[in-house]
């Protein structure tokens, strides 16, 4: 069984930094992993994703956090982490790690509705 748990939300200042990591267990497989967020009464939105193989690990970013995130991965310990960097207070939503272990990322990165897998979320609040 396949489980997600994310850590290392919390609150700061506009301008602050804040890491998120992601801990996977019962997956193995390859694929794509991701971080996507969400605001009540929004859609939720893709951050970044990754490709899990070194080959194909290209980072890929929305718009609106390109040169401020930065997503990573450890394979051998089943870790994806979310460095933010420059945060503002728009940043502010629960984060949601997740998994796709058959697609790789390439155009649809972004399409939650392709991962099979999720967290429980851990919200991250900037305050201006």
């Known amino acids: 069984q396949v489980q997600l748990v994310e850590s290392g939300g919390g609150s700061v200042e506009a301008g602050g930094s804040l890491r998120l990591s992601c801990a996977g267990s019962?997956?193995?497989?390859?694929?794509?992993m991701g971080w996507f967020r969400q605001v009540p009464g929004k859609e939720r939105e893709g951050v970044a994703a990754i490709d899990r193989i070194d080959s194909r690990g290209i980072a890929r970013y929305a718009d609106s956090v390109k040169g401020r995130f930065t997503i990573s991965k450890d394979n051998a310990r089943n870790t994806l982490v979310l460095q933010m960097n420059s945060l503002k207070p728009e940043d502010t939503a629960m984060y949601y790690c997740?998994?796709?272990?058959?697609?790789?990322?390439?155009?649809?990165?972004?399409?939650?509705?392709?991962?099979?897998?999720w967290g429980q979320g851990t919200q991250v609040t900037i305050s201006s």
């Open positions: 997740a998994a796709r272990p058959w697609l790789w990322c390439g155009g649809s990165w972004s399409t939650g509705e392709q991962y099979d897998y």
């Open positions: 019962g997956y193995t497989s390859s694929g794509c």
